[in-house]
């Protein structure tokens, strides 16, 4: 599978939008199939906080549908008693209920009365450098570490000016509302496509990938939002060059062959957590072929201003 995913996979020349440069990845995806949860929520798959005993780190997914669903790392939910980000990536089975692992993306909020309440697909995913340090936790201790999850967000309202009753990331995008849209009308996603390598004043930062076109498009804006909100840090100074295709590619097969340790995916299929000399994160496989990958660099890399 890792083979024939390095043979397939190819990227694009990026858009760009000021010190933001996204390489789009293209390639013939999976056979298997599955849906993405922003699509699935409307034909009625449901997330919620676990029934008789609400849990920050945890959320139950209902899944009636007769293919699995796909919870990407990073994406956010928002409702309920406060606003989750996937902490991995999760294909639930097709007709099963399953527990998920999340972090709470809403510091100053547990609202009770709404404990019932379905939770709704956030228009924006969480950024590179919140998912990065999510994804080192969950590789070192099987979980984000929540503490440091609310004061990266904490960290990230203040350098943007964002207030918030709750602290909730939503209010931190509320706030730069307009010019993360300019940057959405200059990173528009290409017919086919299966995912993204982005990066930010020059550096590689992230890259995303998922088996189907489909499931990408349901992706894409959310993950869009979340790089351009780790990317308007770095408006008003100098704007390197985007870093060359093969940097990106660097990343991508990295990501793709290092050896790493595998185990049960939460719902379907084996996790993959790598940590390389070039590249560190996740990747979900299932029936032999790639559902989910997520890389980051590996070391130091490009920080906000």
Known sequence: ??????????????????????FP?????????FRAFAEAAALGVAVTELPGR??????????????????????????????????????????????????CVEAGRWESTRATEAFQAAPQAAYPSLRRAKSRAVALAGRAAQHEVWAL????????????????????FSAREEVLGRFAE?????????????AI????????????AEVWAALHGPLMAGYALDAVEHLGGPQPAPPPVEEAERLLRAAL?????VRPGVGLGEEVRYACATAQGGRLVCDGELVALTAFPAGSRTTPR
């Open 186 to 198: 200059r990173i528009v996603r290409e017919d086919g496509q299966l995912g993204a390598v982005a």
């Open 153 to 172: 967000v904490g960290e990230k309202a203040m350098r943007h000016g964002a207030a918030s009753d709750t602290g909730a990331l939503r209010d931190v």
């Open 201 to 212: 004043a020059g550096e590689v930062v992230v890259a995303d990938v998922v088996g189907r």
């Open 257 to 261: 062959t290092a050896p790493g340790v």
């Open 1 to 22: 599978m890792i083979e024939t995913a390095i043979a397939d996979l190819r990227l694009g020349a990026p858009a760009v939008a000021g010190p933001l440069a996204v």
């Open 25 to 33: 990845v293209h390639g013939d995806g999976a056979a298997l199939e």
């Open 54 to 103: 609400a849990s920050v780190s945890d959320l139950l997914v209902v899944n009636g549908l007769d293919v699995p669903v796909l919870l990407y790392e990073g994406e956010e939910v928002r409702g309920a008693q406060q606003d989750r980000t996937l902490d991995v990536s999760v294909l639930v089975p097709a007709g099963a209920s399953l527990a998920v692992p999340v972090s």
